[in-house]
């Protein structure tokens, strides 16, 4: 299954931000299981970075960076994604729809989000960590 991570799930792992931190750690975990691709865009590494590089400086931070894009996959943010987000009169939010048409060019299944609102426009499910894994992960209490 492919699925996409938002920004905040990146931020909340980089800065071990609790409590969320739990299950978006178990989330970004799923780069290691073969049934899942997970993807992120280079907005969402670029904003993850901003946050980390703020809380730890830049050397943690660029190390960080280095260990999470060894095992995501990157989604482009062309200029298509830019023209269909222009296009589409239901997004109110630039950064969010070129994250949401970055994940369906990519052909994600699920976009994983802590701020579902944000998505409302999405024909694609968007679920939280914890809805993700209740959902989609065998064995998650």
């Given at each position: ?11 909340t792992v980089l800065c071990n931000e609790y409590p969320q931190f739990t299950y978006c750690s178990r ?22 970075f901003y946050f980390t590089e703020k809380k730890n400086g830049t050397d943690l931070a660029l190390k ?78």
């Amino acid at each position: 299954m492919r699925i996409f991570l938002d920004a905040n799930i990146l931020v909340t792992v980089l800065c071990n931000e609790y409590p969320q931190f739990t299950y978006c750690s178990r989330v970004l975990s799923l780069c290691d299981n073969q049934k899942f691709d997970v993807y992120t865009s280079p907005i969402c590494l670029a904003i993850a970075f901003y946050f980390t590089e703020k809380k730890n400086g830049t050397d943690l931070a660029l190390k960080k960076m280095k260990l999470l894009c060894d095992k995501l996959k990157v989604a482009a943010v062309d200029e298509a994604a830019v023209k269909k987000t222009t296009a589409n009169r239901l997004i109110h939010d630039f950064e969010d729809g070129l994250q949401y048409y970055a994940a369906v060019d990519a052909r994600c299944k699920c976009i994983i989000t802590q701020d579902k609102d944000d998505f409302y426009f999405s024909l694609i499910e968007v679920l939280n960590p914890e809805e993700f894994l209740l959902k989609h992960v065998k064995g998650v209490k």
